[in-house]
């Protein structure tokens, strides 16, 4: 499935993007419209009950440039999270998942893990932290809550 590129002079898949190789994604986001609506579901159903993203900065920050977007693994974590409550997604929910403790791992590696403290992380890994409850990961649940307070103490 492969498009021939003649600018580059190589066969490349049409569904990775420059965007992808400059954000360190492997694999492509959802469709737009499947991102919206798991927006939509996180803060109608989700944020109510953890109010942790501010909503209309997040969403105000996903217009902006690429790399200040808010942190792939911060968006998992949230469309992980809308996954879990809704019928219509719920076979996504562990792929998602998946993805978001790679993300986050990944984002461990980047240059000395200076990158790594931010506010973003520590959502991430409560979010995480709270799927894992949901589903009884405990051990995994309890890693991701002791990550999440060592960098909210950092």
């Not at 996504?92 to 993300?103: G, I, M, S, T, V």
């Not at 589903?135 to 060592?150: E, I, K, L, N, Q």
Request: net charge neutral; proline share 7%.
């Amino acid at each position: 499935n492969l498009a021939y590129d003649p600018n580059l002079g190589i066969s490349v898949d049409p569904t990775f993007t420059w965007e992808m190789i400059g954000l360190g994604l492997d694999e492509p986001l959802p469709p737009q419209e499947t991102i919206d609506e798991l927006h939509q579901i996180y803060f109608e159903k989700i944020h109510p009950s953890a109010p942790m993203v501010h909503k209309y900065r997040y969403l105000a920050a996903m217009n902006l440039a690429p790399n200040q977007r808010p942190p792939v693994c911060l968006r998992y974590a949230m469309w992980t999270l809308a996954c879990s409550v809704t019928d219509k997604y719920q076979d996504l929910k562990d792929h998602f998942y998946r993805r978001a403790r790679k993300y986050v791992e990944q984002d461990y590696l980047k240059g000395h893990g200076e990158q790594l403290i931010s506010v973003a992380h520590a959502q991430t890994h409560i979010m995480l932290s709270s799927y894992e409850f949901k589903m009884m990961y405990f051990p995994r649940a309890w890693m991701s809550t002791g990550s999440a307070v060592r960098l909210c103490q950092m």
